[in-house]
């Protein structure tokens, strides 16, 4: 028999779903076969809860008066990327802070957010003619923002590579502490309860699906930056309003040695259409294998010691080169169980329908590391200057034009005009030199009329106070 995700929500509605947790789906399937689980089943909650470095929020400040195009931005000492536009600034979960080093960053400025905590706001500026405001210190709280979008290129991976150590000396990584000598293996990832390793082929979990993220409902906007699924390294890219999460599943953690990172609750429901689906679902600790990298040779190509499953890694010891190695995980298995917990209580109590992704995520990708090359002075990137036309009329370069108007209503002569399709076209011996288009084209498409460039130069070169 097969269900469709419809039937499923009208079960919801009704009252009359059943739900289990993943890791509860793993017994039903075993006992009963995928077939008969398929038909006893409706919805599989997965969670899961650890370190994503990959993650940040998009924050809207609004308008100070005068107004501001902020050039940079802090928010108490870390720094936000504010090259977008006025008054929008992006924190990475990981930028550490300048005055607190890395014991502090956008991670911990996010939960200071969440928990109503001020948060101290510095900005500085060029100053425009819309724009004169050149700086701003100011205090906000969570509440005062237009828009606090938690947006995250990297999330939930599909399994993550365990790390040792053969190395003399102790490390401090993204992994945690890795002791010398293989004095212990770290790793990541939930096993049964992750969301992706429960549907690998990603016949649910794709752009759109409706997920758990963060304490509220989320989406995923599509596959995670080095999505590798034909490796098993599948990632997602997802999105959901920071005002209406809970730091019981944010908070902010710092490494030692590496700095701050984010840990973030992610959970997708799993519809169980069939005895594909069932079976999927039913995925076991031991049938999730993952590799143990030797972080002790720097290189980016780490060899690989050993196959491993999570249920060897989740019962505290491994064998490497003939020894017992303790082990230990980055993810809490405790909060990844209560998100897909949560979740499951959102599901039967009508709070939550799911949906059907509108575009499946891709079954291939390809993660490439980045070569150093020797930099051509031709390769270094320049930004063209706006010579002037020399011969007293307006120079137009059709090639660069993107018809966008802007210099429509700026001659007296109509030089610059349009068709009925606003496609954009001049006339340059129309020209009388007034120069009034001077400095209007976005995009260099105009060079006026030479008089000595002094004022172009002028124009182009003028300094940023930051």
């Known amino acids: 028999m097969s269900k469709t995700i419809s039937q499923i929500n009208a079960k919801i509605a009704r009252g009359t779903v059943r739900v289990l947790r993943a890791d509860e789906m793993t017994a039903i399937v075993r006992d009963l076969g995928p077939e008969r689980a398929a038909a006893e089943v409706d919805v599989v909650t997965t969670g899961t809860f650890g370190a994503m470095c990959s993650s940040g929020v998009w924050l809207n400040f609004g308008h100070t008066e005068p107004p501001i195009k902020m050039g940079r931005v802090w928010l108490n000492d870390v720094e936000a990327y504010a090259g977008v536009a006025a008054v929008d600034a992006y924190l990475g979960a990981t930028q550490p802070s300048r005055s607190r080093g890395i014991a502090y960053g956008g991670a911990h400025v996010i939960e200071d957010l969440l928990r109503g905590r001020p948060v101290t706001l510095r900005a500085v500026a060029c100053g425009t003619d819309c724009y004169p405001r050149k700086r701003i210190v100011t205090t906000l709280t969570?509440?005062?923002?237009?828009?606090?979008?938690?947006?995250?290129?990297?999330?939930?991976?599909?399994?993550?590579?365990a790390a040792v150590n053969s190395g003399p000396r102790t490390l401090q990584t993204?992994?945690?502490?890795?002791?010398?000598?293989?004095?212990?293996?770290?790793?990541?990832?939930?096993?049964?309860?992750?969301?992706?390793?429960?549907?690998?082929?990603?016949?649910?979990?794709?752009?759109?699906?409706?997920?758990?993220?963060?304490?509220?409902?989320?989406?995923?906007?599509?596959?995670?930056?080095?999505?590798?699924?034909?490796?098993?390294?599948?990632?997602?890219?997802?999105?959901?309003?920071?005002?209406?999460?809970?730091?019981?599943?944010?908070?902010?953690?710092?490494?030692?040695?590496?700095?701050?990172?984010?840990?973030?609750?992610?959970?997708?429901?799993?519809?169980?259409?069939?005895?594909?689906?069932?079976?999927?679902?039913?995925?076991?600790?031991?049938?999730?294998?993952?590799?143990?990298?030797?972080?002790?040779?720097?290189?980016?190509?780490?060899?690989?010691?050993?196959?491993?499953?999570?249920?060897?890694?989740?019962?505290?010891?491994?064998?490497?080169?003939?020894?017992?190695?303790r082990t230990a995980p980055l993810s809490s298995f405790a909060a990844?169980?209560?998100?897909?917990?949560?979740?499951?209580?959102?599901?039967?109590?009508?709070?939550?329908?799911?949906?059907?992704?509108?575009?499946?995520?891709?079954?291939?990708?390809?993660?490439?590391?980045?070569?150093?090359?020797?930099?051509?002075?031709?390769?270094?990137?320049?930004?063209?200057?706006?010579?002037?036309?020399?011969?007293?009329?307006?120079?137009?370069?059709?090639?660069?034009?993107?018809?966008?108007?802007?210099?429509?209503?700026?001659?007296?002569?109509g030089v610059f005009r349009r068709n009925r399709s606003w496609k954009i076209r001049a006339v340059p011996s129309l020209c009388v030199g007034c120069r009034l288009c001077a400095g209007a084209c976005p995009v260099g498409a105009i060079r006026p009329p030479d008089r000595s460039g002094r004022e172009e130069a002028a124009r182009d070169k003028t300094a940023h106070p930051y």
């Open 336 to 413: 990844a169980r209560r998100v897909a917990d949560t979740l499951k209580r959102w599901i039967e109590r009508g709070e939550f329908l799911l949906t059907a992704p509108v575009e499946r995520l891709p079954s291939r990708g390809t993660v490439r590391p980045l070569d150093r090359r020797p930099i051509r002075p031709e390769d270094a990137g320049s930004v063209p200057s706006l010579q002037p036309s020399p011969d007293g009329r307006v120079a137009w370069d059709g090639t660069r034009c993107i018809e966008c108007g802007a210099c429509l209503s700026l001659c007296p002569n």
């Open 142 to 161: 969570l509440g005062d923002l237009n828009a606090a979008v938690m947006s995250n290129p990297r999330n939930g991976y599909q399994r993550y590579m």
């Open 174 to 325: 993204y992994m945690g502490k890795l002791l010398p000598r293989f004095g212990n293996v770290s790793f990541s990832g939930a096993g049964a309860l992750s969301p992706l390793s429960n549907d690998p082929s990603y016949r649910s979990i794709g752009v759109g699906t409706r997920i758990f993220l963060g304490g509220d409902v989320g989406y995923v906007t599509g596959p995670g930056t080095q999505h590798s699924p034909q490796t098993g390294f599948g990632t997602l890219m997802v999105q959901g309003d920071l005002k209406r999460m809970s730091a019981d599943f944010v908070r902010a953690a710092a490494f030692p040695g590496y700095g701050p990172t984010l840990y973030v609750g992610i959970g997708v429901a799993i519809p169980i259409l069939d005895a594909a689906a069932a079976r999927t679902a039913g995925v076991g600790d031991e049938d999730i294998f993952t590799g143990i990298a030797d972080y002790g040779v720097p290189s980016r190509e780490r060899p690989v010691l050993r196959r491993v499953n999570y249920a060897e890694l989740k019962s505290g010891a491994v064998a490497i080169a003939g020894r017992e190695v």
